[in-house]
C-alpha cells in the first residue's frame, strides 16, 4: 500500500495554508505552518505569480493531500466521477468523503486522516460486521462502521471515548460513541463537504 512518507509539514506550507494533516498539533503552538508559513526550499520565500495552470494544479495538489491519496489513484477517482451522473467535481469529493478512512476520521475515532488510516490498514475496525483493512473501502448509504470488539479495551480507544464526548460528526453519517460505532445515514451534499475546496478547478486541470 503506497503511501506519503515525507514530512507532512511542508505541504501545508507548500499550498501556503492548514491542511490539518497531523491532527492535534496542527492547533497548537507546535504547528510548523504557524511558526513558518513561507514555502519549502532555500527559495521558499520567493512567491512568483501563476497562472490559471498553477492556480489549478496548486488546487489539485491540495484536495490530493487533504485525503492523503497520491497521483494515480486520484486520476482513477476523477475518472469515475467523470463517467458518473451529476457534477463532476461534487462526484469527486464525494468518492473521496465517503472512503472508509475519511469516515473513521470523521464520526471522532481518529485525530487525522492519517491515523485513521493506520487504524483501518491495521484491523481494527469493522464494516457491516465483516472485518475491513482497506482505507479505500467505498462506503454507501445504510452501511455501518465501527471499531471491532475485540479491539474496544486497547488503549487508544479509551482515549477516544472521552474526546467523542465533545464531538459532533457531520450531518449525514449517524455516530454512536457509547459503542464506538457509526453509519453513513446519507451521501453528502456539497455544502456538507469542506468548503475551502474548489473542485472546479481540479476539473478544469484535468479537461485541458
Known sequence: MARYTDPVCRLCRREGM????????CYSKKCSFERRPTPP?????????MGDFG?????????????G??????RNYFIEAEN???ITGENL??????????????????????????????????????????PSFELKPGDKIG????RRSREAFKLVRETLKSHTAPEWLSLDAANLAGSVASLPRRDQM????????????YSR
Open 18 to 25: 492548514k491542511l490539518y494533516l497531523k491532527g492535534s498539533r
Open 41 to 49: 526550499g532555500q527559495h521558499g520565500v520567493r512567491r512568483r505569480k
Open 55 to 67: 492556480i489549478q494544479l496548486r488546487e489539485k495538489q491540495k484536495v490530493r493531500r487533504v485525503y
Open 69 to 74: 491519496v497520491l497521483e494515480r489513484q486520484f
Open 84 to 86: 458518473s451522473e451529476g
Open 93 to 134: 469529493l464525494r468518492s473521496l468523503e465517503t472512503r472508509l478512512d475519511n469516515v473513521v476520521f470523521r464520526l471522532g475515532f481518529a485525530s487525522s486522516r492519517a491515523q485513521a488510516r493506520q487504524l483501518v490498514a491495521h484491523g481494527h475496525f469493522e464494516v457491516n460486521g465483516v472485518a475491513t483493512n482497506v
Open 147 to 150: 471499531v471491532r470488539e475485540g
Open 194 to 205: 469542506p468548503l475551502d475546496l474548489s473542485e472546479q478547478l481540479v476539473v478544469e486541470y
